[in-house]
DNA sequence: CGGCCAATTGATTAAACTCAATCTGCGTGG
DNA sequence: CCACGCAGATTGAGTTTAATCAATTGGCCG
């Protein structure tokens, strides 16, 4: 019998998406099948470019199946503010079908791989495989709890507050679909990147910076970081874990 | 012909969910009456009492017959950050399926007619009212702009920038439900909810909207707003009106 | 007439921004 | 192998926006 249920499990080399999916529920082979066989048009994105535009026609959804992108709003007067970060595993585009125009823009933080999906296979997905429905519909739920979380941050949050529950919603995401190292994770963006996600000047994300590293609260080695004492962090910006952590199915 | 698309629009009397999605598309009877009666089993919950918290089982779908109500997060410094609001023909709860308990709160606003329904019964929508199912799929893709609106307006907009944006938010989509009374609208909040909007203080809130209004933008009555020249608050906000009014079917 | 909540005002403080250099790591062409 | 160039990180100084604290006022209801 467990040799059943470890057979189910998505393996490492199961694309992004099925890890996530995988983490909540278990998948039968059919719908892993299915999830990757979704997945064979892919396309590669090299960090920096545009894939998503505001204002512009939008008739594909993505699938991140490695990489970064930010999915941003930018202001006339040269301001931008990036209103959340897609990662492996996320999807892009969900309710497309019923939106003419994007009404944000997405950029690859790193390069990236992405699978373009047609969207009307979401309404195939949600005849045919209610299991896979239902996770993507959790993802669309979860989405708007990590949406309503940056609004906290921007809203209520001081500047360092705004830095650790960041970094902790990056590392809880990340650990989902098992990018994460232990308390380490990758953090490829430069303080520009920063300043504009958390609505701060990068000349304060490098102040802010520097006192949580000589706290002893972080560590960073080139683009990667370390949470030295998770509890701590997550009492210093009361980060609520069951944002991220609550599903049902 | 013309008379049969006239009868086939919502009349003024219908739910305030039928008026909207019946301003972006030709519902038929058949669905006007599916939506009124989903609506069968309604609630008053008067002004101040939350209905929704934040970590408590959450098993209903709420759609907003009248009333504001917001959708907030508290956190323990005593510090709130408003989401959303929620106004006549918004729906909170879409996702409430996959979601074991709420990841935010919601309280009346004002006294509000909440029509509770079960939420299996999307899944009846999605198999048996494709044209129903597009339009809360709609919904929620234009909840997502709106989000996305407020990470903007928290980010990157200055305090009286801020206001401008929140409240052309509110005129637009207020007007899809035909609750504007030409460039009038009722503003139920106090300034201290604006604040807890807009992540300022209260005593700022009330500074910047005695400027705005000496400054012949908006005029207020009582708890109604007047927007004195919506191209120029449009320009100096920097507001998309795309971002709400966008969609397809 | 209180009582109370919300709005308003004044004074001071604090957080974060802007501007302007400087420094560092790294890749590249000579 | 080295000088150069460049993007990103860091630092310092002065400024601005908005927060905080503390009253006071206004409107409304019982």
Not at 89 to 106: E, I, T
Not at 133 to 162: K, N, P
Not at 183 to 208: C, K, Y
Request: a neutral charge; one cysteine or more; aromatic letters at 8%.
């Amino acid at each position: 019998m467990p040799s059943i249920i470890t057979d189910l499990r998505p393996s490492p080399e199961s694309s992004a998406i099925v890890r996530k999916l995988g983490a909540m529920t278990l998948l039968s082979e059919l719908e892993i099948d299915f999830l990757e066989s979704l997945q064979h048009n892919t396309v590669n994105v090299p960090a920096g470019m545009d894939f998503i535009e505001d204002g512009n026609d939008f008739n594909a959804t993505f699938f991140v199946r490695s990489g970064w992108a930010i999915r941003y709003v930018k202001l006339g007067s040269g301001r931008r503010q990036i209103l959340s970060y897609a990662l492996p595993g996320d999807v892009l585009g969900l309710h497309v079908n019923f939106r003419r125009k994007a009404s944000y823009s997405a950029a690859a933080l790193t390069d990236l791989e992405l699978a373009v999906v047609d969207p009307l296979r979401t309404i195939e997905i949600s005849q045919n495989y209610p299991v896979l429905a239902a996770g993507l519909s959790w993802c669309t739920a979860r989405e708007f709890a990590i949406l309503g979380d940056q609004a906290v941050r921007l809203g209520r949050l001081s500047a360092s507050e705004r830095l650790c529950h960041l970094m902790l919603e990056l590392w809880h995401r990340l650990r989902l679909v098992g990018d994460v190292d232990g308390p380490w994770f990758d953090m490829p963006m430069t303080q520009e990147v920063l300043a504009d996600t958390l609505g701060l000047s990068h000349v304060h994300i490098n102040r802010q910076m520097q006192k949580l590293k000589s706290g002893g609260l972080i560590s960073v080695d080139k683009r990667r970081v370390r949470l030295n004492d998770i509890e701590k962090l997550i009492a210093l910006s009361e980060f609520d874990v069951k944002h991220l952590a609550e599903f049902r199915l």
